[in-house]
Every structure is written in structure tokens, then in C-alpha cells.
């Protein structure tokens, strides 16, 4: 990355004013990509596998206002939060949406641990309907607020799980902090955009999230789950409609438009 990219960046997700690094960059920078760089999967969808390439992802993401899966996500965010000064780590994590707490689950979700002044958080912009929209300190173990919902941590010895509060509180995923290497990531990268029974190969998948609500587009439907509470759900009929909600509400162009086109 470099200083004219880390501008392109900040004005893909609307930030204005200084930026360092310190802790409130990293919350106001956390909040802002998940509501501007949308969550998709049309790539996947669509028969073509992801590049995990910054240059590619940068070009995706940023110059073509398209959205992507977590690799892509959080792979660009590890880029701006190190250019920036911060001290990244990934980390692989086993999803545990719908899931019970203990289920058996392959690691195939990437999340990001930065530190900060002798602590741990963390940092994750790439999970679709429950990605978080601030920093989490690894280390405590009661609720955490965030400008949409609570989400908190929970430890076993080595192994840390991710909540979130809907009404109650659900797992998301769990991990250990374990170093991750960039063939761990073209493995789990490369199943979830090929294998016939990825949910991200066989369903078209979208999700944003602002200050007001979380917006979430599977099986033909687009639930908004609103932060003062309450859920509608509107259904998707036919592609003019499809189309449409990607443009109003996912903020999406043409372009990824032309691409679901033609698989549809």
C-alpha cells in the first residue's frame, strides 16, 4: 500500500479528518468499511474464485466499488491498519452461525488481531450479517457495545468465541490465535468458491451495515434488522428488483450488476 492508495481508501469509505495511529482512527476506520465496502459474493456465485492479490483486491474493492467475502475484506483492512502503524495478525476462525456453541466446524472464516498499546482486539470487517462495527478487546469477557449491537468474548482455555446479543446471544465463530500463512488462506479460499456445497457457490449473498440498521440479502429476501430494534423482511421477486436493491441499498455499480447478469 501506498499513500495515494491509503487516499483512494479513505474516500471509498467517506472518512474526513485526521487519521494516525491511535484507537479512534481504528474505530472510526472499523465502522465505516463495513457500511461502504459492501459484503458479496458475486465472484463465487458467478464461477470465478477471488484473487487474494492485494493489487486485485485493492482495484476490486476500492476502484471498482465492488464488496467481497472476508478474505478480501480483511486482507484489505490488515493493509491499511499496518501502512497506518498498527501491528496485524490474521487468524483463521470455525463459524458457528446457526450453529450450536460446540459444533464441528472447518476453519474457513479470516479475521484480523491487531494490537494496540499492549492489548489485543479484535478486528473483523468480513462477516456478512454478523460483522462487527468496532474493535473487541480480546481480553474481556462481558458484554462489549458497538454502534449496532453487544457482541462479547468468551475464553476456553486457548479458544476464544465470538457472541452476538439477537434477543439472545448467539455464536458466530470460534478461533485460537495461531499463525496463518498465505497458503492456509488459498486453501480456504479456493474451497469456498468452488466447492459445489459452499453456501457462498450456491447462494448470492449481500450485507452492509450503518448507523441505523443491518441490511442482509439470501434466498430472495433482504432483511433489515434496524439498531432500535425490530426486523422487516422484504422479498426479492424478479431481477429488475434485484437489481435495483443492489444499487440502493448495497451501494453497488453496474459493473457487478453485468456480472450477475450474465449468470442470471
Known sequence: MDDLQLKKYLKRIHYSGDFGTNMEVLKRIHQLHPQYIPFENIDSYTGTVPSLDFE??????????????????????????????????????RVLWRKDENSSAAK??????????????????GFGTATLTAPLLLSKE????????QF?????????????????????????????EPLDLDVCNWYLATHPESNFKKNLIFSKVDKNARYTFSNDTLNIRKRTGGKESVSIENDVQLFQMLKEVFGLKENAIELLKQKR
Do not use: A, M
Not at 462481558?142 to 449491537?149: I, L, R
Open 56 to 93: 486485485n483486491i485493492f482495484e476490486k474493492l476500492v476502484v471498482e466499488s465492488r464488496g467481497g467475502y472476508c478474505y478480501e475484506q480483511n486482507l484489505l483492512l490488515s493493509e491499511v491498519l499496518k501502512y497506518l502503524g498498527f501491528k496485524v495478525q490474521l487468524q483463521l476462525g
Open 108 to 125: 474457513t472464516h479470516l479475521l484480523l488481531i491487531v494490537e494496540w498499546e499492549g492489548q489485543k482486539y479484535l478486528t473483523d470487517c
Open 142 to 149: 462481558g458484554p462489549q457495545e458497538t454502534p449496532n449491537e
Open 152 to 180: 462479547k468474548i468468551s475464553q476456553k482455555d486457548d479458544t476464544y468465541t465470538l457472541w452476538t446479543y439477537r434477543e439472545k446471544w448467539l455464536p458466530v465463530y470460534r478461533f485460537k490465535l495461531e499463525e496463518v
